[in-house]
């Protein structure tokens, strides 16, 4: 009797899921942890809501999601330069740019499959590092 209590109550606790599940994970660019980072997940068939998260320290969490496949974009800026603010020409705007390939947010083809209760995925990125020559234009 004594085992059978905590069995049926774990057996209670799985039934009380609400189905959705959480996605974590981590992304680096270039071996190195990204932050100031954003990542979303989209329902590959169009239902359902998109979730997403910042990405800082190289990590994210996102709780929430509905299991299914999803594509995955993911979205990191950098200040590439500045510009003269039109309504004060006095004063300057950083310029932001894309820091990643197209191929990771506008043009990404990236699909993961989410499963409840959680997902672990892992998203090594590598390109062209513009932050390097951003200060040369």
Excluded: Q
Aim: aromatic fraction near 4%; include cysteine.
């Amino acid at each position: 009797m004594n085992r059978l209590v905590p069995a049926l109550l774990g057996l209670a606790l799985v039934g009380c899921s609400d189905g959705m599940a959480t996605v974590d994970g981590t992304v680096t660019f270039n071996s190195e942890a990204l932050s100031s980072a954003m990542i979303v997940l989209e329902p590959t068939d169009g239902k359902g809501p998109v979730s997403g998260a910042n990405v800082e320290g190289g990590t994210f969490h996102i709780p929430k999601v509905l299991p299914g496949e999803k594509l995955v974009r993911i979205y990191a800026s950098y200040p590439a330069g500045e510009t003269v603010n039109i309504d004060n020409p006095r004063e300057k705007n950083v310029r932001m740019e894309e820091l990643l390939p197209d191929d990771w947010h506008t043009k990404s083809t990236r699909k993961i499959t989410v499963v409840a209760p959680s997902t672990t995925e892992t998203f090594a990125i590598t390109g062209k590092d513009l932050r390097k020559t951003a200060n040369k234009k």
